[in-house]
């Protein structure tokens, strides 16, 4: 395994060869990145894009790619991988994920890559790139089951290989969120660093970027996106991330809010707390449940029904689950919008960029990052989204691969 | 009302008179806290002391004390009056709470105080020092119920001047928590400013405190007391906020937090991040109901249930509240925390008081709060505890009251 101390994504110099060993770059990508874009169209030189993810088209690359990446998160396994177009010029980079514990599923997807004869990959050289916490927990698992070489590399070092590598070289990825503009890309700038990653999965990391490769991670939260799958599958009816999201689309969150308006009838105008700021997340749910409480005692009849027949957790009858959803998407991510400007503002970070698959492109969440963000800066930081905000580890550890012959030269 | 822009809290010149009123002191206490001390025993001066917060001795008061002060709250409403000792010489601040909503009760309570022939309070002098959200939205309902002048005093002035009395005049009042020795009081400071004031009540308030009376509200968070009482309500069966806390002091967070590692199967050691470090709060809850519901869909016999039948939310069945509780204590009282400290590096304070009743004393909420100042400050930073914490705005209200003649000359 290559000492990954310093990353370097050379990409941003169109059409640099894989021959080009002799300079010292020991995670130089191997993939000519030159003209890639987007890929916004159903189907793209006779084949159709599946749904999900957008494929990132690489026109006028031609080697043979013989790896895979995989970032095994806590939650969710995200995998890159290449394809040739059928043309046999160029290729797509395609992205896919499941759920972390599925771990039969995305073994056998990996496998079926390995096999399919349209692909750029060969069974003999297959390589899978490996990040993320399951890279150490399933190491031993993923080369049994799938026979081949799988090299870690460090989460940290692939985000930001992979941020990098989005915000230099792919064209309309990286873009701010208004309500008018729910999709302005940013413009290219000559210098990117330095910037705050802020990368939300099933928890929060947070990283200071101040040049390529160079980094520290200077903070985190336990409330993430693990948070609100997880109270939000005992809270409510929803069965998955997406209907949760589209839940909480659909709420509102002042049934369950104590807002400052509720505490003060008005707004608190010497500190500048407007009637409508949320004073309490969830502060108005305990006094409800207590008053149906007394209201259940109060029923004598109901007194006399045996334990086991009364309806359990009829206290949920009160809350809407859209508006619980829409409460604590609120909560948590104006909570991480807080924690990042507070960061940021310390470490002097102009630029902040949101990753991590609890963004899901959802409107609510990247509005209230952003409205964070500005609100508490004053308009001075600037919060940035991707379009492949869940593949930052996945697609850096992509960009990671040398040929063997590299590999075994260093 | 008189204008409350620069509360000084005067009484650190003990036996200060209410005669002196030449001094440009427009908030001056008219309390004798001369030898001040707090009521340990459970009987002082032939009177039993209620259960519950301890009482304020004050040995050398004597005279009339006319008012008594509230603080309305978005959950609580505080209670702070004085009692004479039968002997007739000095008396005792009392404190005592109710929830908000219950407003029949602390307005009987209030009048019953006035009608009490053993008190300082005669009902024809008797005022309301009234301050907290509910001042102003109780303000009329309050005034007609009591037949009383109420006088309303800023919530911020009154936590601050509340928490400067506690400080400079109260022995054995503040004090750091370990787990060595829970209640280790702090020692008197020669200039207790700056400090950070971070009031935790149905939501969170930080300020910071550069003199007497010179504050600025600097943050705060929606996660806070509110937030813990509301969501415990709908997953656990407690009916009370003791009933939370006593659950979570027998609870296992492992059981539904996701640690590091879980993730990794060990420490992600290049960062330093342990393996028993949280990493996502309630991260491990999304995938067991997921497993829960698989298992249960798997059953045919239970499939041909009709709906109401079902035993709904059984998902409840695979946590126990226990868990569930001290989960959500750590994850709200560590970020608390983490936004705590951030708030005080960016402000260079290095004292930071915790207030508000959300704490209630309870040994793991302090130890959260206080591992995580001293975590993310590397010792830099102390955190400072309250035995009267939930009562800062009510005896900064009750200490800004003037005599009736007072008010009316300014």
């Given at each position: 395994m290559p000492a990954s101390t310093s990353p370097k994504v050379s990409g941003n110099i169109p059409g640099i060869s894989q021959f080009d060993r002799n300079l010292p770059r020991p995670n130089a990508i191997q993939i000519n990145v030159e003209g890639a874009f987007i890929v916004?169209?159903?189907?793209?030189d006779g084949r159709s894009t599946p749904p999900g993810t957008r494929d990132i088209a690489l026109p006028f690359h031609t080697d043979e790619v013989s790896h895979i990446a995989v970032d095994i998160g806590g939650s969710l396994a995200k995998i890159v991988y290449f394809t040739k177009n059928p043309s046999g010029r160029g290729g797509r980079l395609n992205f896919t994920k499941f759920e972390t514990d599925k771990i039969d599923e995305y073994m056998d997807f990996m496998q079926g890559i390995v096999m399919r004869g349209d692909d750029a990959n060969s069974a003999q050289n297959l390589h899978i790139m490996a990040t993320g916490g399951g890279s150490y927990k399933f190491y031993d698992e993923m080369r049994r089951r799938l026979d081949v070489d799988v090299t870690r590399e460090d989460e940290m070092d692939c985000l930001i290989a992979g941020l990098d590598f989005f915000i230099t070289e792919i064209p309309e990825e990286v873009f701010c969120y208004s309500e008018q503009n729910p999709m302005s890309f940013a413009e290219a700038r000559p210098n990117i660093y330095p910037y705050l990653m802020v990368n939300i999965g099933s928890g929060v990391s947070m990283v200071k970027v101040t040049g390529p490769g160079q980094f520290e991670r200077i903070g985190g939260s336990s409330l993430g996106g693990g948070t609100l799958w997880g109270l939000l599958s005992l809270l409510t009816d929803a069965k998955s991330y997406d209907d949760m999201l589209e839940m909480a689309g659909r709420g509102d969150n002042t049934k369950v809010d104590m807002l400052v308006g509720d505490i003060y009838g008005g707004e608190y105008s010497r500190i500048g707390l407007?009637?409508?700021?949320?004073?309490?997340?969830?502060?108005?749910v305990f006094k409800q449940v207590r008053r149906g409480q007394a209201a259940k005692d109060a029923n004598v009849d109901e007194e006399f029904q045996p334990e086991e027949e009364k309806p359990a957790h009829?206290?949920?009858?009160?809350?809407k689950g859209e508006d619980i959803s829409r409460s604590l998407l609120y909560a948590i991510s104006n909570n991480i919008g807080q924690i990042a400007y507070l960061q940021a503002r310390f470490h002097g970070l102009e630029h902040i960029y949101f990753g991590g698959?609890?963004?899901?492109?959802?409107p609510i969440t990247m509005h209230t990052l952003s409205y964070a963000i500005n609100f508490w800066s004053q308009g001075e930081k600037t919060a940035y989204f991707l379009?492949?905000?869940?593949?930052l580890g996945a697609v850096g550890a992509f960009l990671k691969h040398q040929p063997s012959a590299w590999r075994s030269e260093n």
């Open positions: 916004d169209q159903d189907t793209v407007k009637s409508s700021t949320i004073a309490s997340s969830f502060g108005k009829d206290k949920f009858a009160e809350f698959s609890y963004i899901c492109g959802h379009r492949h905000e869940g593949y």
